[in-house]
């Protein structure tokens, strides 16, 4: 992923040397066989064709299609930081960023699919939390397995399969001590009953997860087929730890 790309996208971001490890995986799904990000993600950086994002002037354009779309400049700007340290790996294949706010309650669209090169939101929706994370609003998040807390941090889609949820996408931590026991976990997108709008005025809130961030059953086709293969997926909540595995704001280029 070269410069002038990361320049496009976001232009402090351009110069700043990252110091990360290359992710490993630290385990695979129990319904599918063992994948790494490595076997996973045909990694396609040196192929892509850069179009607006590489004439410059996205940032303020995507900034504003965000904040029209209910996404808070704060969180935005930690995400497009997650996804630049991605791209200096190479682990991103395309300029399409996933957002989840878990800052807002699960009875709000808290799901965004960003679309870089065009400065454009592909879409917003609704996405449950893990049943150890808190009601309505999650408090609690857990890299342990069989803790059925949310993990936070930085996240590459990896392919998907088909197991009890329907279509499912794998997730790949790239954060040691954070996420980096999302495959082991089997954390993925996918499709389920009790997210929907339905379920919201009996329990005052979406049904819960295990961990995984899961969608509407007609929206988990859709988004997935989106994001699959190799696209950054950044899950927010205020949180240090968090904040401590991105470039630092002082390191920028201004």
């Given at each position: 992923?070269?410069?002038?790309?990361?320049?496009?996208?976001?232009?402090?971001?351009?110069?700043?040397?990252?110091?990360?490890?290359?992710?490993?995986?630290?385990?695979?799904?129990?319904?599918?066989?063992?994948?790494?990000?490595?076997?996973?993600?045909?990694?396609?950086?040196?192929?892509?064709?850069?179009?607006?994002?590489?004439?410059?002037?996205?940032?303020?354009?995507?900034?504003?299609?965000?904040?029209?779309?209910?996404?808070?400049?704060?969180?935005?700007?930690?995400?497009?930081?997650?996804?630049?340290?991605?791209?200096?790996?190479?682990?991103?294949?395309?300029?399409?960023?996933?957002?989840?706010?878990?800052?807002?309650?699960?009875?709000?669209?808290?799901?965004?699919?960003?679309?870089?090169?065009?400065?454009?939101?592909?879409?917003?929706?609704?996405?449950?939390?893990?049943?150890?994370?808190?009601?309505?609003?999650?408090?609690?998040?857990?890299?342990?397995?069989?803790?059925?807390?949310?993990?936070?941090?930085?996240?590459?889609?990896?392919?998907?399969?088909t197991g009890k949820h329907g279509l499912s996408l794998r997730l790949e931590g790239l954060d040691a001590g954070l996420n980096d026991q999302a495959m082991r976990r089997a954390i993925v997108v996918h499709g389920a009953d009790y997210v929907s709008e339905k379920v919201i005025p009996a329990l005052g809130r979406l049904g819960r997860s295990q961990g995984c961030p899961a969608l509407t059953r007609?929206?988990?086709?859709?988004?997935?087929?989106?994001?699959?293969?190799?696209?950054?997926?950044?899950?927010?909540?205020?949180?240090?730890?968090?904040?401590?595995?991105?470039?630092?704001?002082?390191?920028?280029?201004?």
């Amino acid at each position: 992923m070269n410069g002038r790309y990361l320049a496009g996208v976001f232009p402090a971001l351009a110069a700043v040397a990252f110091a990360f490890p290359t992710a490993r995986s630290a385990g695979a799904s129990s319904e599918a066989p063992p994948v790494t990000v490595a076997s996973a993600l045909v990694v396609a950086a040196a192929t892509t064709a850069p179009t607006s994002a590489e004439r410059g002037g996205v940032s303020a354009a995507l900034e504003a299609a965000a904040t029209r779309s209910g996404l808070r400049s704060d969180v935005l700007q930690l995400a497009l930081r997650a996804y630049a340290r991605a791209a200096q790996q190479g682990l991103a294949t395309r300029p399409v960023l996933t957002v989840v706010d878990y800052s807002r309650p699960s009875r709000e669209p808290r799901l965004w699919v960003l679309d870089l090169s065009r400065d454009s939101v592909l879409a917003r929706e609704l996405v449950a939390h893990g049943n150890k994370s808190g009601g309505d609003v999650a408090t609690s998040f857990s890299n342990r397995e069989g803790s059925h807390q949310t993990s936070l941090g930085t996240f590459v889609t990896a392919g998907t399969y088909t197991g009890k949820h329907g279509l499912s996408l794998r997730l790949e931590g790239l954060d040691a001590g954070l996420n980096d026991q999302a495959m082991r976990r089997a954390i993925v997108v996918h499709g389920a009953d009790y997210v929907s709008e339905k379920v919201i005025p009996a329990l005052g809130r979406l049904g819960r997860s295990q961990g995984c961030p899961a969608l509407t059953r007609e929206a988990a086709p859709r988004v997935i087929d989106l994001i699959k293969d190799g696209t950054v997926f950044f899950a927010y909540h205020p949180s240090g730890d968090l904040e401590r595995t991105l470039p630092p704001l002082e390191t920028l280029a201004l």
